[in-house]
């Protein structure tokens, strides 16, 4: 089955400056991979998501890249604010998503003012 | 649209005990997800269902049992709660088609002692 590997495990960054979050993946037939920002006691919640057709893909202050060859995708947060503080989870799926996705184990980041 | 609603928030059980983890949704989702998550960690996919009757067993489904009799609603069942079973269980739903985002319910917190 897939294996997600998702690091670093923690990052703390000032306000301001920008966090990179990586993950691999093992299973060359994944072809969806989204992102999901968790905060404390809440649902995961949907912020950005990639397919394998896309190399790259933007949204204000999120970006994220895909690298099919290498099997790995990054999550990239400019401008960091305090709210942008939680727990982020890479996911990967063979099915598009459609039979479950894998996780990673998530990275707490915290934004220092 | 109310999305994914889960019941109930909060449980506690005795080991040995059974209960079920209710989640519906009123998106008319055909795909629907029940994953675990344990302290510091992602997810897991425990079940999942691709339509009312079929259902299919994820990375960690001992101890559980699910059921889709219809569209909106995807019990699972702990029969022999075990401490093991300790964790927060998620339910999710997608449309189906093609690479589209998993929505998520509130979570049931359960803890077995």
């Known amino acids: 089955g897939e294996n997600v590997e998702q690091h670093p495990s923690t990052l703390s960054v000032q306000e301001g400056d920008s966090a990179v979050i990586k993950c691999t993946y093992s299973?060359?037939?994944?072809?969806?991979f989204p992102w999901y920002k968790q905060e404390l006691g809440k649902r995961p919640q949907l912020i950005i998501d990639?397919?394998?057709?896309?190399g790259e893909k933007k949204d204000q202050r999120i970006a994220v890249t895909l690298n099919k060859t290498a099997k790995h995708f990054s999550l990239h947060i400019t401008e960091t604010q305090p709210e942008d503080s939680a727990v982020y989870f890479c996911?990967?799926?063979?099915?598009?998503?459609?039979?479950?996705?894998?996780f990673g184990k998530g990275t707490h980041l915290i934004i220092q003012p | 649209n109310a999305g994914v609603t889960q019941t109930p928030k909060f449980r506690i059980l005795k080991i040995g005990q059974s209960m079920t983890l209710q989640c519906t949704q009123d998106?008319?989702?055909?795909?629907m997800y029940w994953y675990r998550q344990d302290p510091g960690m992602g997810l897991k996919l425990i079940y999942y269902?691709?339509?009312?009757?079929?259902?299919d067993k994820g990375e960690v489904p001992n101890g559980y049992n699910v059921s889709r009799s219809t569209t909106e609603d995807f019990p699972l069942r702990l029969e022999l709660a075990a401490p093991s079973q300790t964790s927060v269980y998620f339910c999710?739903?997608?449309?189906?088609?093609?690479?589209?985002?998993?929505?998520f319910g509130d979570g049931t917190r359960l803890s077995i002692l």
């Open positions: 299973d060359s037939a994944s072809n969806y």
């Open positions: 999710a739903s997608n449309i189906g088609t093609g690479n589209q985002p998993q929505h």
């Open positions: 998106m008319n989702h055909n795909y």
């Open positions: 990639i397919r394998s057709n896309v």
């Open positions: 269902s691709v339509g009312a009757g079929i259902t």
């Open positions: 996911a990967a799926s063979p099915g598009g998503g459609a039979d479950g996705l894998t």
